[in-house]
């Protein structure tokens, strides 16, 4: 806040000072296109993908209808054709939208399957419906528990209390159990959330056996694939989603795994015509039936928005550029790269890793052990002690601006850093940069 | 779809190719900053907008934490407060975010209400709260409607059928008796939207009035000022809102009447610390409480999106070279040629105006009678021929590439225009040129 006057004030300052401004915003910013920060599942910057998103600012155009965004329109049609094609439902069939994040997308889906099988909530409110409840593992992501709370379903209770300890290991055996118990509790079980590529560890819950378990009790399969489902663009790595064509919907987000600049999600759902059917309320002033053109190609009422930003052209341009074989080429390029952590770490004094086994997605995560603390004995000293050890490593990292990582506690384990690799500009020589600069400043902690 | 190849392939396009693909984009697409596209609400292309939006797309990063976007959050907070002051709450005190468009700020005031009066929905569903009905104006933005649909309220029966036939100018009478109607009725009034600036005539409920209602009654008061909002900028319009400090929460879209590039729109609520403790969910791999900053900076967790695209910095960027006076210059500018348009044809052959009055805001809403309705008399034969007016010369003007204006049917009236001003570049003769291009589409009609 020194040095930089945010204010806002009546009287327009000159066009020096706005360049000034421009400097000095991004001179304070973080380098998130930068090959050593690993901090978040989105990073680096696409070049092509850039030159997308500027034009699209140029165009400044609004997805509702067809008659404003022509191009962009089909372009998002073709698009999420080609995806559910990847997905691997018959044709490429059915419908989808791209929604600003991964959490709205997968609130999509929680909505769809609600007026998928209780049409008359979208009118009549919850009061229509028996309690029902949602199922998903402890380690998907916050937005299925957020999008419960919002929808009315509650974030507990009536959903949550039933499945949070749900890990994704045990989800078949787990999985029904629960789902026998919320029924006998009088509870009606509609959603079954399966994470493909969890935020912390990585990790794919089986779709295939949880596809049985839905199809045995007549219950909504979504597939969050928000980070994971960039996966089914790699012959090598896509049967880590064996199963997911069984789905109703699909989340993915280009903007994690695919480079695509931020934001660009997709939610994609087998059944054509639902997404309208749940959300559409007609608005006369928008939605015309009497232009002249076939008004289908108006997406604006599939929407819970009104104004929905141009996230495709970035996303098609960069397909174009690279090619199905160019995503593929960077997925695998990066959990290569994370093998290589992985290997290199595993074993190396200083180092445990937080769960057994290869990781199956880039993430990598584990525990630095500085030297004070590794002759310790386990116990509450040692697990509070290395529980302000990756705080304080990333504090460091941040203050001398050479890398950043993402750590977290998780369960009843302690503060651990969680690695993960998206930036095509990542190579392995800051995979060991990371290594050493961990090391250098976590020595004398 | 012929003439440009959408489809995506496996292999890589050449660069060339790429620049072609791009080139093609702009050509099929619609000019909306062009000074004669008056389809929409918004419009224009502001040049330091467009820049600060091209910056923000290098940067690449995402609002949820303060530590990748200190200087956007930053530059969010500052512009919140400065927002909130002009609505005129003490100091500037309160709380917001900028969301992806004013349906979903809507959503998030419906959300915040839900939470202030009945908390425990958020953990245990709408089965813990009575049957609530929130109260708006049959001319307000369907987007209430369609929270009320998607958050579990409902859009008929218990909420809407109440208030479906509440217009704005007769809602002081008609609100009291529809409360207590809906509480005879066993039903609890929740919340009452006050729109500033309609959607189709552009008009200001008397927020005054209702604020009185809602006090009487202790019901949220929630001002929709996604396209009016953008009038407390103007020393000679916002008295148009008087009122609007004694709302407990406002949208405001800044990309509608201020001309900021798509999308920018913000939701402003009184009541500090409301918006988390509405939609927190406390995701420990985000939003750690032990990083080495204050983490209230972090604002993700207020939000129920998880990732958040960054739309403060052009907003921000034009308002220091602007000033506050730059954009009162330019809605007053606006606002004058509405008036403009309004004295040239309310009393021009061939013209009939839809409501009665000055324009409140920029939008002027006629029929255009071609010749050969003129002298016909009015009925339904008559009434059903001006209905496929409007279709038919839009068509035309799309057709002819010369300009764009909106229409739609409303309540029992047939199709007529809505035309709405909010492009810095447009003119006098702009207007001029829409009145002739209006006669010469549909002389022969």
Redesign the interface.
């Known amino acids: ?1 020194e040095g ?1 006057n ?8 000159s ?1 020096e ?2 360049l000034v ?2 400097r ?3 001179k ?3 380098r ?2 930068h090959p050593r920060f690993f ?2 599942l ?1 990073s680096g ?1 696409d070049i ?1 993908g ?2 997308g ?3 699209t ?6 997805m509702f209808t067809y ?6 329109v ?2 998002e049609q ?2 999420l054709k ?1 995806m559910r094609e990847m997905i691997g439902w018959p044709d490429g069939e059915g419908d989808g939208l791209f929604s ?5 997308s997968n ?1 999509y889906s929680v ?1 769809i399957a609600r007026y998928k099988y209780f049409p008359e ?8 419906a028996p ?1 029902l409840v949602l199922f998903t593992s402890e380690h998907s ?3 299925i ?2 999008a ?12 949550m209390d039933l499945y949070d300890k749900l890990l994704h290991i045990f989800v078949f055996a787990d999985l029904e159990a629960k789902i026998l118990d919320a029924k006998q509790k009088g509870y009606v079980p509609l959603f079954v959330n399966a994470t493909a590529g969890s ?2 560890y990585g990790a794919f819950d089986p779709i295939n056996e949880i596809a049985d378990i839905c199809e045995k009790y007549n219950l909504w399969l979504h597939v969050d694939g928000a980070w994971g489902g960039g996966l089914l663009m790699s012959r090598k790595h896509r049967h880590k989603l064996s199963g997911v064509e069984r789905a109703d919907s699909v989340t993915w987000n280009p ?1 994690k795994m695919m480079g695509v ?3 660009c ?1 997709a939610i994609l759902v087998r059944e054509k015509g639902i997404l309208a059917g749940c ?1 559409s ?1 007609c ?4 939605f ?1 039936p ?3 053109y076939d008004v289908t190609y108006d997406t604006g009422d599939k ?8 996230d495709i ?1 970035k996303f ?2 960069m ?8 995503f593929e080429q960077h997925i695998d390029k990066c959990l290569d790269l994370s093998q290589y952590l992985y290997n290199k770490i595993k074993n190396r004094e200083g180092y445990e890793m937080v769960f057994d086994g290869v990781p199956q997605h880039t993430n990598v995560c584990f525990w630095y052990i500085p030297p004070s603390l590794r002759g310790m004995p386990d116990g509450p000293e040692r697990q509070e002690k290395l529980h ?1 050890v990756a ?1 304080k490593i ?2 460091m990292m ?1 203050e001398s601006g050479t890398t ?1 990582v ?5 369960g009843n384990k302690v ?1 651990f850093f ?1 690695m993960v690799v998206s930036n095509p500009a990542a190579t392995q020589s800051d995979i060991d940069f990371l290594i050493e600069e961990m090391e250098r400043l976590g020595q004398d902690l």
């Open positions: 806040m930089f945010l204010e806002l004030s009546d009287q327009p300052e066009l000072q706005i401004d421009c000095d915003t991004l304070y910013g973080v998130t296109g901090n978040q989105s910057l092509i850039l030159a998103e500027w034009l600012s140029t165009a400044n155009t609004n008659e404003i965004a022509p191009v962009f089909l372009m073709l698009t080609k600003p994040g991964g959490a709205i609130m909505m909530v979208k009118t009549k409110g919850m009061s229509a309690r992501h916050y937005s528990k957020k419960g709370a919002a929808l009315g379903f509650g974030s507990e209770n009536n959903a935020t912390v903007h600049p931020l934001q999600s959300n309320m608005a006369g002033y928008l015309q009497d232009k002249q929407a819970i928005q009104c104004g929905r930003h141009v052209f098609w341009l397909w174009k550029a690279k090619g199905t074989i160019g302000r705080p990333k504090a941040m950043m993402g750590y977290q506690p998780q503060n969680r």
